[in-house]
């Protein structure tokens, strides 16, 4: 069975500009987050997705930052402008059920790292 | 609010030796808590998880943890490491109905 698939694996852009990370969760997995991971953190939850509704976005900055998941399955997170200070890893993650049910497990992609010159 | 404190930021040992890696948390209510390995360039990978019953929990690639209710805490163990094992891992709590909360990970630093 795939896992989560994310691309671009690596992104390299100048500040002002946009970009957009790509993810498509595992076949069947309802739910999806997408997480920033700054170097020597953990991971910090951005968005979360039941299906095509996005059900918690308060850390997620929306004065530049949007995501979508519009049939439900794979989903975009764009930044534009992007700002030195995104430079970070992207993660997505994607669980069969929603938090707090015993197969939440969530699983995750290999992430995008994004640095803005 | 829940929290997770990772109280080393790197664990050096050598190859075949035992380590623990330690992880304390904060939570008002029942938590789910997780282990999970990030090799380099790579997503983060669950190593065990604890929900419910037994205390102890054996996870994958001979790593286990025990949930200590009473400390608030869940600290990983492997008897013997192998330099395979390097990487940064992550303890996280999850309340039902709540996303995990990451602690800051701890670079585990296997030497021959």
């Known amino acids: 069975e795939a896992g989560v698939v994310q691309s671009p694996r690596y992104k390299i852009i100048e500040k002002k500009q946009p970009v957009a990370f790509w993810c498509n969760p595992i076949s069947g997995h309802n739910t999806l987050y997408w997480y920033l991971q700054n170097l020597g953190q953990g991971p910090e939850l951005l968005i979360r997705?039941?299906?095509?509704?996005?059900?918690?976005d308060s850390q997620l900055p929306k004065d530049r930052f949007s995501a979508e998941r519009l049939k439900g399955v794979d989903s975009t997170l764009k930044i534009q402008p992007a700002e030195l200070g995104d430079s970070a890893v992207y993660l997505c993650a994607s669980s069969l059920e929603p938090p707090g049910s015993l197969t939440d497990t969530q699983y995750f992609g290999p992430g995008t790292r994004l640095t803005v010159l | 609010a829940q929290s997770v404190t990772q109280l080393d930021s790197q664990v050096p040992v050598f190859e075949e030796a035992p380590v623990e890696l330690r992880c304390n948390y904060s939570?008002?209510?029942?938590?789910?808590l997780f282990w999970y390995v990030q090799y380099p360039n790579q997503g983060l990978q669950l190593l065990l998880k604890?929900?419910?019953?037994?205390?102890l929990v054996k996870g994958i690639n001979g790593f286990e943890a025990e949930f200590n209710k009473s400390q608030t805490s869940f600290h990983l163990r492997k008897p013997s490491v192998h330099i395979s094992d390097t990487a940064e891992y992550f303890c996280a709590v999850s309340d039902a109905g709540n996303m995990l909360t990451f602690g800051g990970g701890t670079r585990l630093m296997v030497k021959p």
């Open positions: 604890y929900l419910s019953g037994s205390t």
């Open positions: 939570s008002s209510v029942s938590v789910y």
């Open positions: 997705y039941e299906n095509e509704e996005a059900v918690d």
